[in-house]
């Protein structure tokens, strides 16, 4: 079974600054996929980055990046830059093979101008 | 990119009433689509796994009998939910995964629809 876990319920940062939001997980897949996703409140769910578990390089998408520690099950985002149009519900997800996605509960972010 | 199209994005219907909400893979074949349901304030459960041309796979608490799923073609797959209940009420959400080449094993997501039941 995959379990995600987001710790953090609401976080905030100032315009133009950096935030990390956290995820850890748990699988019992040995080839699997991480992403996060941003559902802003239009509620379409948008892909912002993914992570193969057999990379071992961080993946990044411009001003998003991720810090993917295996080991530990963890799978930050960072936000940098961070911009008004950031504001959103940011969702962590694991898939394997059976490529469904087990979604954690979801970080609130909110941008301060 | 990838597009996946959901119809309708609104619904308010009668309570006892069946509805059905549509799910499109626009540019792509999906032989496996995915229905979620977000209830307020909260994340996305998954309800069941549609597969092309066979029956649905249900996660466990969903009634199946309840929220019919079907797939009849590689482009679409169909939620019906019968005899609906205020409830029921909630957003619905498809995905579908998109197909060898598209690195990633990146799924996307429909538009989602409201549902209302009165």
């Known amino acids: 079974a995959q379990t995600v876990t987001q710790s953090q319920p609401e976080m905030s940062v100032q315009e133009a600054e950096t935030v990390t939001l956290s995820c850890t997980y748990d699988?019992?897949?040995?080839?699997?996929?991480l992403f996060w996703y941003k559902q802003p409140p239009s509620r379409q769910m948008i892909l912002v980055i993914r992570?193969?578990?057999?990379?071992?390089q961080n993946a990044t998408e411009n001003r998003f990046s991720v810090n993917f520690q295996k080991a530990a099950k963890s799978f930050s985002l960072k936000i940098s830059d961070s911009q008004l149009g950031d504001a959103a519900m940011y969702f962590c997800?694991?898939?394997?093979?059976?490529?469904?996605?087990?979604f954690g509960k979801g970080t609130k972010l909110t941008v301060n101008p | 990119g990838a597009v996946v199209s959901q119809h309708p994005s609104r619904v308010i219907c009668k309570s006892g009433t069946s509805v059905k909400i549509e799910c499109r893979s626009l540019?792509?074949?999906?032989?496996?689509m995915f229905w979620y349901r977000q209830f307020p304030k909260q994340s996305l459960m998954l309800m069941a796994t549609?597969?092309?041309?066979?029956?649905?796979?249900?996660e466990q608490g969903v009634e199946k009998d309840k929220f019919l799923i079907n797939h009849a073609s590689l482009t679409l797959s169909t939620l019906t939910v019968t005899s609906a209940h205020p409830e029921d009420s909630s957003f619905y959400i498809c995905?579908?995964?998109?197909?060898?080449?598209?690195?990633?094993?990146?799924?996307?997501f429909g538009e989602g629809s409201w549902l209302t039941v009165v």
């Open positions: 992570q193969e578990a057999y990379k071992q």
């Open positions: 997800a694991s898939g394997g093979g059976s490529e469904k996605l087990v």
């Open positions: 549609s597969n092309e041309g066979s029956k649905a796979t249900y």
């Open positions: 540019d792509f074949q999906a032989t496996t």
């Open positions: 995905s579908a995964r998109a197909p060898p080449g598209i690195p990633g094993n990146t799924i996307y």
């Open positions: 699988t019992s897949e040995s080839d699997y996929y």
